[in-house]
C-alpha cells in the first residue's frame, strides 16, 4: 500500500495568493488539527474558567486572517507564527473586554483572571506579558517571534529552529535569553 503524499502547505499557501478560492478551504481542512493544537496550547495557559474554547479561538483566527486584507503568507513556517500570534492577539482582545467589564459593573465585585502560566513563574498576568512581549519585539523581534512559537504556538525547539533556519542549539539558548529578558521586565513592572 502506497502512502498518500504528505500536504505541502507552502504550496497551498501559494495557491493562495494566486487566488485559488478553493485552497483556502483545502488549507484548512488540512491545518485544522494543528491549529486546534496550538488553541489548545494557548487556552492552557489561561485561567481554568476561560469562556473561549479552542474550537472557538481556531474560528476566530481564521476569520481574522482570512476575511479582512490578504496577508502573503511566505511558508509553512510564517503561517503558524502568524497564526499563533493571532490568537494570542485574541486573547489578549479577550482579557481587555473583561478588564472593561470589571471597570464597568458598577462597584459589583467580579471575579476574574487574565493570568496565564509562563516558565518556572506559575501565573503571569496575560496584558502584563502581553506589554513585555512587545517591549522585546521592538528590542528584539527575532526572541520575541521565537517566544511566541515556543510558548503561544506550541512549537518545540526543533520545530522553531526549522521555522527561523537556525540550529536547535541556538534556538534554545535564545529562548533562555528571551526567557530572562521578559522575567526581568516583569519583575520590573510588578516593583
Not at 23 to 47: Q, T
Not at 94 to 112: C, I, L, P, S
Not at 132 to 157: N, V
Request: charged letters at 30%; glycine letters at 6%; hydrophobic letters at 45%.
Amino acid at each position: 500500500m502506497t502512502k498518500p503524499p504528505k500536504f505541502d502547505i507552502t504550496e497551498q499557501l501559494r495557491r493562495i495568493r494566486a487566488g485559488d478560492g478553493p485552497a483556502r478551504e483545502m488549507l484548512l481542512e488540512a491545518v485544522y488539527p494543528d491549529l486546534h493544537r496550538i488553541a489548545r496550547g494557548h487556552l492552557r495557559k489561561e485561567r481554568s474558567d476561560h469562556t473561549l474554547q479552542p474550537t472557538a479561538l481556531v474560528n476566530e483566527t481564521y476569520l481574522k486572517l482570512f476575511h479582512g486584507a490578504a496577508i502573503g503568507f511566505e511558508d509553512r513556517a510564517h503561517f503558524f507564527a502568524v497564526v499563533s500570534q493571532a490568537m494570542r492577539r485574541i486573547l489578549v482582545d479577550h482579557a481587555r473586554a473583561r478588564v472593561a467589564a470589571r471597570r464597568n459593573a458598577g462597584g459589583e465585585r467580579v471575579d476574574w483572571d487574565t493570568s496565564i502560566a509562563f516558565g518556572s513563574n506559575p501565573q503571569v498576568d496575560l496584558l502584563d506579558l502581553d506589554r513585555a512581549l512587545d517591549a522585546l519585539a521592538l528590542e528584539q523581534q527575532p526572541l520575541a517571534r521565537l517566544i511566541e512559537m515556543r510558548y503561544f504556538g506550541g512549537m518545540t525547539a526543533e520545530e522553531s529552529a526549522q521555522a527561523v533556519g537556525r540550529s536547535v542549539h541556538m534556538v534554545r539558548h535564545e529562548l533562555r535569553l528571551a526567557h530572562a529578558w521578559l522575567r526581568r521586565e516583569l519583575a520590573r513592572h510588578k516593583a
